[in-house]
């Protein structure tokens, strides 16, 4: 499959969406997208893509993607691989980490473990160099059912370090319930910490 951009104008909500520009090609699997505070003219800040390349006997990786909006014709720019042999999509956001002019890009994907099951885990990229390679951090949560969906929430424990949230589906019985997770980044060093059942009744993701 191939990835496409596509985009709606707003000054007019009739208007149909248009196919931009083509993102990636032979992915396997769905794409997460944001707009990180990169621009190259004080305005028209970057796309920010993570999505799975390729299924061979490797399986898939996780790959970045971005588009310099500058220049609205230019083609999407493939970055960095994030993580080798993913089993499903990455969720990215942009954080409040580093030291950087531009915050830690973010990222939690699901692994396949020893048992055939799933783990997600969280990779970080030090946005302080943009050449640098992206860190694989923790395990966020053994055992999954599926990809994760993260944000950075306003819940801090020392005024800056922004907590990380998640919710992700579990495995139960016959069926599944959605988890929230978080990670307090007041203290990088800890783990990942279950919070409260969303719902006991998740029938997919």
Known sequence: SDLWHW???????????????????DVAGPASMIQSDYD?????NNFEVVVPVGNGAGGADLRHY????SDLGSE???AQVVARDVAGPGCLVQSDQGDADHGNFEVVVPHRNAAGGLDLWHYFHDNADAASPWVRAQLVHADVAGP?????????????????ELVVPIAKGNGYELRHVFH?????????????????SCSGW
């Open 7 to 25: 985009f709606h104008e707003n000054d007019d909500p009739a208007k149909p969406w248009v196919r931009a520009g083509l993102v990636a090609q």
């Open 40 to 44: 190259h003219h004080g305005t028209d």
């Open 66 to 69: 971005f588009h310099d909006n």
């Open 76 to 78: 999407w720019v493939p």
């Open 148 to 164: 994760g969906c993260l944000v950075v929430s306003d819940f801090t424990h020392d005024g800056k370090d922004n907590n990380f």
């Open 184 to 200: 307090d980044n007041s203290n990088l060093a800890g783990p990942w910490q279950r919070g409260r059942m969303v719902t006991d």
